[in-house]
């Protein structure tokens, strides 16, 4: 009996220190917005995991050989990464030969465009308002983000393994996890969204200031909510917000993110567009 009390004090103890240990771990402020974030995982790691799925991903998927893509892909990305204020990202801007419409931004500038939603972009502005987008989740490290809020779900014991590193390594998928539906729909998603909502913002703000007409952006989310296919879950069940909240959200930010953009230091405006 003696010997139970005893763990049971020491687990007190390691459950009181995680919880302290996740405290002076979460200091931290989103870039651009300054919403505070509980952050317990090293950046350095998520780099490196983001730069191993991001290889993995675009073995599996051949790349695009459509000239106009790639190079395009290639130019937004440069001219964004420009701004963005993260000289230390190794930046990648690779273009995927699928009729996906989607694009994604792993931790350390390692993105990806995917051909299908090139067309619904129609120009340069539109596709600087998706590479935007994705970049921010980086920048924002909502990633690492979602991943403590994992750590934190688990329970406190299982912080303090992340904090300090007694188990084995995270493996990337853990950045994807799924979570159960008691959970997910109760705390999950609706963080998610504000995930959604803060790259939005901050991606306006990237695009403005790489010189590209930031009034693209609520108009791009409108052309994508028309081209979707199938019915669409309910923006309470799902991770984004909806295209017409989001394009209204964008409106609602236009009249700073056009200060930004008349102070860029070179307007490229909606530039080239999409055959």
């Not at 991001?54 to 695009?64: A, D, I, N, Q, R």
């Not at 403590?148 to 996890?177: C, D, H, P, R, W």
């Not at 790489?210 to 052309?223: I, L, M, Q, S, V």
């Not at 994508?224 to 295209?243: R, V, W």
Request: overall charge negative.
């Amino acid at each position: 009996m003696k010997e139970i009390n005893r763990r049971q004090c020491l687990g007190g103890l390691l459950v009181t220190g995680a919880a302290a240990g996740v405290a002076s771990c979460g200091c931290r402020s989103a870039p651009y917005t300054g919403r505070k974030q509980l952050l317990i995982y090293p950046e350095g790691k998520e780099m490196s995991l983001g730069s191993e799925a991001y290889g993995e991903v675009t073995k599996e998927t051949p790349l695009s050989e459509n000239p106009q893509y790639t190079a395009m892909v290639q130019r937004v990305g440069e001219r964004i990464a420009a701004v963005a204020g993260r000289s230390d990202f190794e930046w990648e801007f690779k273009t995927l030969q699928s009729e996906e419409q989607n694009a994604f931004c792993l931790p350390g500038g390692k993105v990806a465009v995917y051909e299908g939603i090139l067309p619904v972009c129609q120009n340069e502005a539109g596709l600087a308002v998706v590479m935007g987008h994705e970049i921010a989740h980086a920048l924002a490290r909502h990633g690492g983000e979602r991943m403590s809020q994992n750590a934190a779900v688990q329970g406190v014991q299982t912080a303090a393994s992340y904090i300090l590193q007694n188990q084995e390594e995270t493996k990337k998928e853990m950045i994807f996890k799924a979570y159960g539906m008691a959970t997910e729909y109760g705390v999950l998603l609706p963080f998610s969204r504000k995930h959604e909502s803060e790259a939005d913002e901050i991606g306006i703000t990237l695009m403005a200031n790489a010189g590209y007409d930031p009034a693209e952006a609520p108009k791009f989310w409108t052309r994508f909510g028309a081209a979707g296919t199938g019915e669409k879950q309910p923006e309470f069940l799902s991770t984004h917000p909806s295209d017409e909240r989001r394009s209204q959200d964008l409106e609602a930010l236009l009249p700073g993110a056009r200060e930004l953009y008349e102070q860029a230091a070179e307007k490229v405006g909606l530039g080239e567009a999409i055959s």
